[in-house]
């Protein structure tokens, strides 16, 4: 017969009976309880992730009264046993391994019980614990019972959770998460079984807690010659449709942050249909939709016929539009085309070029405003973002005093700002990067503001109409949009091959390009 290990008389709380065993249920000795495990286990409190643990493993057990317990709950289960009296306690002894997943590979942690508040998880690849708080643990329980499974409302604040808080039982899952049962908890009065998937622990990996992290198609950073065999045309009524063709033109939206559609109906509704497809439209002080036609004293350089260079739209809101949507109307002008440049192409170029002129696109911010016709904004905002997937670059729209220190240092940080400025916007604007197109009647292009930067070609006003009907779909919009079509999105494809940065080290060498874009 084995050899009976032993587990200290603290790890049992008052409410705790017995802990089962594999093999026998443990003795109810005052000074201190042995359990009978394996050979080969030389700690009595070991979970095995995939299998049912050797404490709690036997289906039944031996209770108080000598009847059989009821089976163990099921991991994945979040429910709760009302009056359950099982058995792992609050006050742990310090060090105690609870599961140590280690044969099962470096990414299943040892669980430790060290003191009341916290729970250490030790991984084989890292040298200092995950420590989780009780309390924290507690509060991220998703289950039916704590979260509305209609609404996905909370059904308790983050301050009714008690700071003492008894585990009963604590075990591995299969997918590398944790089942943690709670006694005497304060949302149940009883028992509570809470169900954490590997993707909770793994938050606490993390510096700082992100946004949930969403699997997205990787960007293609295109140059001229790439979205020119990449161009995508859609018709409108597969957009409308709801299925494969919007799937496919929500795709390339995404990875090249530019798509077109045709067969659009001659409506001044077609473009609110349209982004309809994508969520509500952002109304800005422009209207919901407005109209970009050449007329006399515009309040706007766009509601005119001269050249209005590459730039992104209302940079000095500070909920700038991340969708634009312009449908055609008319355009029988001479003249008037459109132009296109992919922002995130610039910047990671910027960014594994010259790093000294990416840092300075980052730390200096840009000030834009608009004071016309009764209407007051201003932000400011830096021409790269760390990532380099977000930029914001509007010359037209830079308020003309910008922010300026008054020494000499401030001087030269300026001059270096302008150089690499310069370098961005040669990367922006010469023709192996720009995209032209002169828009039909009856077609409307889809790019993404905060990426893409849009322009347009001097037209003559006399030769003819142009008229193009406008919408915005607002940032938290259009990622909603993104998440909730994830797996269809990748299911179309994950993008391009290799990440931003290597396409940009491959694009620069295609050119023959040194540092700041220069041959």
């Not at 140590?100 to 470096?106: E, L, N, P, R, V």
């Not at 045309?233 to 795709?251: A, N, R, T």
């Amino acid at each position: 017969m084995p050899p009976a290990a032993y587990i200290p008389r603290s790890l049992l709380n008052a409410e705790s009976l017995h802990v089962y065993s594999r093999l026998g249920a443990l003795s109810r000795s005052l000074r201190r309880t042995s359990a009978t495990v394996p050979r080969g286990i030389s700690n009595p409190l070991f979970f095995q992730r995939g299998t049912r643990s050797y404490l709690h493993s036997r289906p039944h057990g031996v209770t108080k009264s000598g009847l059989e317990s009821k089976p163990r709950l099921r991991p994945g289960s979040c429910q709760t046993a009302s009056g359950s009296r099982r058995g792992l306690a609050s006050q742990a002894a310090a060090g105690t391994n609870v599961y140590d997943g280690s044969t099962t590979g470096a990414s299943s942690p040892s669980i430790h019980l060290v003191n009341d508040t916290t729970i250490h998880l030790r991984y084989t690849d890292q040298e200092a614990p995950v420590v989780l708080d009780r309390h924290w643990l507690r509060d991220a329980c998703e289950c039916d019972i704590c979260v509305d499974p209609d609404s996905g409302q909370k059904n308790f604040g983050t301050s009714d959770v008690p700071t003492e808080l008894s585990i009963e039982e604590i075990s591995g899952a299969d997918d590398g998460g944790l089942e943690v049962v709670w006694g005497k908890d304060f949302l149940t009065s009883g028992s509570h079984v809470s169900r954490y998937p590997a993707s909770t622990i793994q938050t606490c990996l993390q510096q700082s807690l992100q946004p949930d992290a969403i699997r997205l198609p990787t960007l293609t950073l295109w140059d001229k010659p790439t979205f020119e065999r990449d161009h995508l045309m859609i018709d409108f009524d597969e957009w409308m449709s709801g299925e494969q063709g919007f799937l496919s033109g929500l795709h390339r939206l995404h990875t090249h942050g530019l798509l077109f559609l045709r067969n659009v109906p001659r409506s001044e509704e077609s473009v609110v249909s349209i982004a309809n497809q994508m969520g509500n439209l952002q109304e800005t002080f422009y209207g919901r939709t407005w109209d970009v036609r050449s007329k006399p004293k515009a309040e706007n350089v766009a509601y005119t016929s001269s050249f209005l260079g590459l730039h992104q739209d209302l940079l000095y809101l500070r909920d700038t539009p991340r969708i634009q949507l312009l449908h055609c109307l008319e355009n029988t002008c001479e003249g008037g085309e459109s132009m296109f440049s992919d922002g995130a192409r610039a910047g990671y170029q910027i960014k594994v070029s010259s790093p000294n002129l990416f840092d300075y696109l980052l730390d200096k911010r840009v000030r834009y405003h608009y004071k016309k016709h009764g209407h007051h904004y201003e932000m400011q905002h830096p021409v790269l973002s760390e990532n380099s997937g977000l930029i914001f670059w509007s010359p037209p729209f830079q308020a003309s005093v910008q922010p300026f220190g008054k020494t000499e240092a401030d001087s030269r940080s300026h001059r270096k700002w302008l150089a690499a400025a310069t370098a961005f916007r040669r990367l922006l604007e010469e023709d192996q990067w720009m995209y032209e197109y002169k828009m039909r009647s009856g077609e409307c292009v889809i790019f993404d503001n905060l990426r893409v930067l849009h322009g347009r070609k001097k037209f003559n006003a006399a030769s003819g109409s142009r008229w193009l009907k406008g919408a915005y779909v607002a940032d938290d919009v259009f990622r909603s949009k993104l998440a909730v079509l994830s797996p269809q999105l990748m299911a179309l494809g994950e993008g391009d091959e290799a990440p931003p940065e290597y396409q940009a080290k491959w694009l620069q060498e295609k050119y023959g390009l040194r540092d700041g874009g220069e041959v």
